[in-house]
């Protein structure tokens, strides 16, 4: 939903891209039983034909080992070059996200120079 508005919003984000960052943490075994193929596959295609953005990169951190399978089987359904841009870290290569991401840019709370979470969703309008 926030990248809704942002598209709504902000013009720049549509001409100059995005980049996403998609945390597991909160993700259990059995909300993996509800990720069915069909449902990859839509999200997939929501992503790449229906968002008017640039997917820039979609990053993945403290993802279980258990869901590089199903990362692995999206890059293929999204084609060689959107699927490069899909990087998933696992706990123990967190730091390399900071090639891809610089620290400037991420709240405190993944280890950036920017505010906490809490304070930044507070920035945004209702």
Same mark, same amino acid.
């Given at each position: 939903?926030?990248? *809704?508005?942002?598209?709504?919003? &902000? &013009?720049?984000?549509?001409?100059?891209?995005?980049?996403?960052?998609?945390?597991?943490?909160?993700?259990?075994?059995?909300?993996?039983?509800?990720?069915?193929?069909?449902?990859?596959?839509?999200?997939?295609?929501?992503?790449? &034909?229906?968002?008017?953005?640039?997917?820039?990169?979609?990053?993945?951190?403290?993802?279980?080992?258990?869901?590089?399978?199903?990362?692995?089987?999206?890059?293929?359904?999204?084609?060689?070059?959107?699927?490069?841009?899909?990087?998933?870290?696992?706990?123990?290569?967190?730091?390399?996200?900071?090639?891809?991401?610089?620290?400037?840019?991420?709240?405190? *709370?993944?280890?950036?120079?920017?505010?906490?979470?809490?304070?930044?969703?507070?920035?945004?309008?209702?």
């Amino acid at each position: 939903m926030i990248t *809704d508005i942002i598209l709504n919003e &902000d &013009d720049y984000c549509v001409i100059q891209g995005q980049r996403f960052l998609v945390d597991f943490s909160a993700f259990n075994k059995n909300q993996l039983l509800r990720v069915t193929p069909t449902l990859c596959q839509k999200a997939i295609l929501c992503l790449k &034909d229906v968002y008017p953005c640039r997917l820039k990169g979609f990053y993945i951190i403290n993802m279980h080992p258990i869901f590089e399978s199903i990362i692995n089987v999206g890059k293929v359904i999204m084609g060689k070059k959107l699927g490069s841009r899909v990087v998933a870290y696992s706990k123990d290569n967190a730091q390399s996200l900071y090639d891809n991401i610089p620290k400037s840019a991420l709240p405190a *709370d993944y280890g950036g120079e920017g505010e906490t979470i809490e304070a930044l969703t507070g920035n945004i309008k209702p």
